[in-house]
């Protein structure tokens, strides 16, 4: 990907992501769908955060979270379901889903899982897949829509998309390890195209993305989310954004509702959670890692955040059901 600050961004958030499934519908058809642990664990650990995805290879199909969020998809459009949530495909309004699970059929050798489904109709054709992220809950995934999709108006691009998701599907289904390399660059890739699609296409984009709407503003979170462990004075992200102290921080402060050095202690510290639930990296490691030299100086910033030590949260972590 180009060095901008939206894929700068994306990198950070260490995305992987798997293709599961090969399916053909023909008209009438409606199923209900969601991304589920099975469907994951095939290609990677179960994630901490599930963005599922549907590239329309052929004809069009109907994506609905409820009676207001209907919207059409045509071949060459990617669905995006950001929280993972349930969803109803389907060839029209108003026809009663099956569920989707139970209509999977196993995969073939060197192949994928398919479901071939429909009254005989119009076709349509669709390859389901899923980007995840291992670092947690992130600002940038929270405020996307439930639903979003995206047109791939160039024909080679779309052609090209299309390919290597088919040789991704291919090679993870056939446990390559080079595969992982393949997925976590074509998951940044259609998760970077498709917030520049949201970004260019919204009204008015609040919170995170109205930061990344701002080139001065954006600039700044790249950096931040780029390197966590470097220092950040309020000095530097200025001159990273080209404005005296007192201009920038009212500005950082207005867009994100959140004053800087309040947004790199909360993502700081977001991590610093992450690292402590998901990793048995020792304590140090953890504290140089998120902005800290000293240990002692990270636990006083985390017990400040969240009440109670870094040891003790990871210990009631550790504890905690699945």
Same mark, same amino acid.
């Given at each position: 990907?180009?060095?901008?600050?939206?894929?700068?961004?994306?990198?950070?958030?260490?995305?992987?992501?798997?293709?599961?499934?090969?399916? =053909?519908?023909?008209?009438?058809?409606?199923?209900?769908?969601?991304?589920?642990?099975?469907?994951?664990?095939?290609?990677?650990? +179960?994630?901490?955060?599930?963005?599922?995805?549907?590239?329309?290879? =052929?004809?069009?199909?109907?994506?609905?979270?409820?009676?207001?969020?209907?919207?059409?998809?045509?071949?060459?459009?990617? +669905?995006?379901?950001?929280?993972?949530?349930?969803?109803?495909?389907?060839?029209?309004?108003?026809?009663?889903?099956?569920?989707?699970?139970?209509?999977?059929?196993?995969?073939?050798?060197?192949?994928?899982?398919?479901?071939?489904?429909?009254?005989?109709?119009?076709?349509?054709?669709?390859?389901?897949?899923?980007?995840?992220?291992?670092?947690?809950?992130?600002?940038?995934?929270?405020?996307?829509?439930?639903?979003?999709?995206?047109?791939?108006?160039?024909?080679?691009?779309?052609?090209?998309?299309?390919?290597?998701?088919?040789?991704?599907?291919?090679?993870?289904?056939?446990?390559?390890?080079?595969?992982?390399?393949?997925?976590?660059?074509?998951?940044?890739?259609?998760?970077?195209?498709?917030?520049?699609?949201?970004? =260019?296409?919204?009204?008015?984009?609040?919170?995170?993305?109205?930061?990344?709407?701002?080139?001065?503003?954006?600039?700044?979170?790249?950096? +931040?989310?780029?390197?966590?462990?470097?220092?950040?004075?309020?000095?530097?992200?200025?001159?990273?954004?080209?404005?005296?102290?007192?201009?920038?921080?009212?500005?950082?402060?207005?867009?994100?509702?959140?004053?800087?050095?309040?947004?790199?202690?909360?993502?700081?510290?977001?991590?610093?959670?992450?690292?402590?639930?998901?990793?048995?990296?020792?304590?140090?490691?953890?504290?140089?890692?998120?902005?800290?030299?000293?240990?002692?100086?990270?636990?006083?910033?985390?017990?400040?955040?969240?009440?109670?030590?870094?040891?003790?949260?990871?210990?009631?972590?550790?504890?905690?059901? =699945?």
């Amino acid at each position: 990907m180009p060095n901008d600050p939206l894929s700068d961004i994306v990198r950070s958030l260490d995305l992987t992501g798997g293709v599961f499934l090969d399916a =053909e519908f023909s008209a009438p058809w409606a199923i209900a769908s969601k991304v589920s642990e099975e469907d994951c664990q095939p290609f990677l650990p +179960v994630p901490k955060q599930v963005i599922a995805y549907h590239v329309v290879t =052929e004809g069009r199909m109907m994506v609905a979270l409820d009676d207001r969020t209907e919207q059409m998809a045509r071949c060459g459009d990617v +669905v995006f379901l950001p929280s993972n949530a349930w969803h109803v495909l389907s060839s029209d309004r108003g026809l009663s889903p099956a569920l989707g699970d139970d209509l999977v059929l196993p995969a073939a050798e060197d192949g994928l899982a398919s479901i071939r489904f429909g009254g005989g109709g119009a076709r349509t054709r669709i390859l389901c897949g899923f980007i995840a992220s291992s670092s947690g809950p992130s600002p940038l995934l929270e405020t996307l829509p439930e639903t979003l999709v995206i047109r791939i108006e160039d024909v080679a691009t779309r052609r090209w998309l299309e390919a290597s998701i088919a040789m991704a599907a291919r090679e993870l289904t056939a446990g390559r390890v080079s595969s992982n390399t393949v997925m976590a660059q074509l998951s940044e890739l259609l998760l970077v195209e498709a917030l520049r699609a949201y970004l =260019e296409t919204a009204d008015r984009p609040s919170g995170w993305l109205a930061g990344m709407a701002d080139p001065q503003i954006a600039d700044v979170l790249a950096r +931040v989310h780029r390197n966590l462990a470097n220092p950040h004075g309020i000095e530097a992200l200025a001159r990273e954004a080209g404005m005296s102290r007192s201009t920038f921080v009212d500005r950082f402060t207005e867009i994100m509702g959140v004053a800087p050095g309040g947004y790199v202690l909360t993502q700081r510290m977001q991590t610093a959670r992450s690292l402590l639930r998901d990793t048995p990296l020792p304590m140090a490691e953890i504290a140089n890692r998120v902005g800290y030299d000293a240990p002692e100086a990270f636990s006083r910033a985390f017990k400040r955040c969240f009440g109670m030590a870094p040891a003790e949260w990871r210990a009631d972590a550790s504890e905690a059901p =699945e």
